[in-house]
């Protein structure tokens, strides 16, 4: 058996998660008690997860306001959770803020998660998976990963990446070996 292969036999099964849509136009409709647009993507992480036997601790909606998603990263770390997703503010524009805000508070991080994700973003829809961004790492013990918004981003990270790899990441991340 490979030392990969010996970690993920030791990893945890089953991971606590903490949820954040990052969406400042969805967060501005619910301060205002409108009704927003559905949570497509949302919805479909926590089923991915929770079909793949993992636990969805909360899922929020938040602005993409860095103070926001840095007070929101450092909650979920205090309620529990094992693995944080932030999903969406991950572009190009100037309203993009999640990675700039996640990002000086990890103790390590993941290139290769952005990598591969890119890579398999590529095979779907070509060179415009160059403006993917995407990151992951680790904050105080705690599995995080920033992801695209788009339900078929979310998907793909949950399915190929995340859901495979987030107990071996929370053992590693936490110190657990076998």
Known sequence: MSVPEEHKREA?????????????????????????????????????LVRAGHTVLFRRVLPDDEDAIREALRDAIDRGAEAVIF??????SPDDRTIEAVR???????????????????????PAAMLTRALAGVCRGTAVFCIPGSPDAAELAIRKLIGPEVGHVVGHARGRRP
């Open 12 to 48: 945890p099964k089953s991971v606590r998660f903490a949820l954040f849509i990052v969406s400042s136009s969805r967060f501005k409709a619910l301060q205002e008690g409108l009704e927003p647009p559905e949570d497509i993507t949302g919805a479909l992480m926590e089923r991915l």
């Open 87 to 92: 999903s969406g503010g991950t572009g190009i």
């Open 104 to 126: 000086p508070l990890l103790d390590k991080e993941l290139p290769g998660f952005g990598e591969l994700l890119r890579l398999l973003s590529y095979e779907r829809i070509g």
